[in-house]
């Protein structure tokens, strides 16, 4: 079926010589894998390789079989030009983690357009931010809202919260558990709404070991998500 949707990309893996295998997240159809024979040989062509770096949102035009196979595309134009997200070193090490994050985050057709929508003006954000070093920390919190497992904040005067049940305790559980000094980080950002997250003051190591958590809490309730291997690449960047 030709379908006309707007999609985020989230990985572009070459196969053969000259021929790429493209995921994407689609406001149509959720995510989607598509087969892009010889787009990288091909000069005339209306797909374009470099359309597919992770995170750039585009207008599709698609043949969506929706039978779990490799799906092809007809036509690929950007619907915003990122003018930072791509170019500058600390944000290109975001995008390539939070590609990662969604891409584990997500299932083969479960279209959601409100988490699609989130999506696209999380990384508008992201591009046209200057201060972004509890980005990732603010996107994932977020995120979780979206993907059914937000933290229940409505005990957040105690003391400690454990990620496998998502919730905030007076005792600590013999779960994972966030406790102090990182839990007053965590609880402030929970109370912050995201286009004011840059205003929260975080301590660098408290805010990588805050990361850590908050991926753990994902693998606790995500299943089959892993660690993205792009985080060490984003940690020696933001140190």
């Known amino acids: 079926m030709l379908t006309h949707t707007k999609a ?87 995008v390539l983690f939070l590609a990662e994050v969604v891409a584990q985050s997500v299932q083969e057709g479960e279209e959601d357009p409100q988490l699609f929508q989130f999506l696209e003006r999380a990384f508008i954000f992201l591009d046209q931010a200057t201060n972004i070093t509890n980005f990732p920390l603010a996107f994932l919190l977020h995120l979780s809202r979206y993907l059914g497992f937000y933290p229940d904040d409505n005990q957040t005067d105690e003391l400690y919260f454990d990620l496998l049940e998502g919730e905030f305790l007076s005792k600590p559980s013999l779960n994972p558990l966030l406790e102090a000094p990182i839990i007053y980080d965590f609880k402030t950002l929970l109370g912050t709404k995201f286009d004011a997250y840059s205003t929260v003051k975080i301590k660098k190591a408290n805010r990588q070991e805050l990361l850590n958590k908050m991926l753990l809490y994902f693998e606790l309730h995500l299943h089959g998500f892993r660690k993205p291997k792009s985080l060490a690449v984003l940690n020696a960047v933001f140190n």
């Open 8 to 94: 985020i990309v989230l990985s572009a893996l070459k196969y053969g010589d000259t021929s790429l295998i493209v995921k994407a997240y689609t406001q149509t159809d959720g995510l989607k894998s598509y087969l892009l024979k010889g787009v990288m040989a091909s000069k005339k062509g209306k797909l374009k390789a470099g359309l597919f770096q992770p995170l750039t949102q585009l207008e599709l035009v698609a043949n969506h079989k929706n039978k779990g196979t490799l799906e092809t595309l007809k036509e690929a134009k950007v619907s915003y030009p990122y003018k930072t997200i791509h170019t500058d070193i600390i944000k290109n090490s975001i």
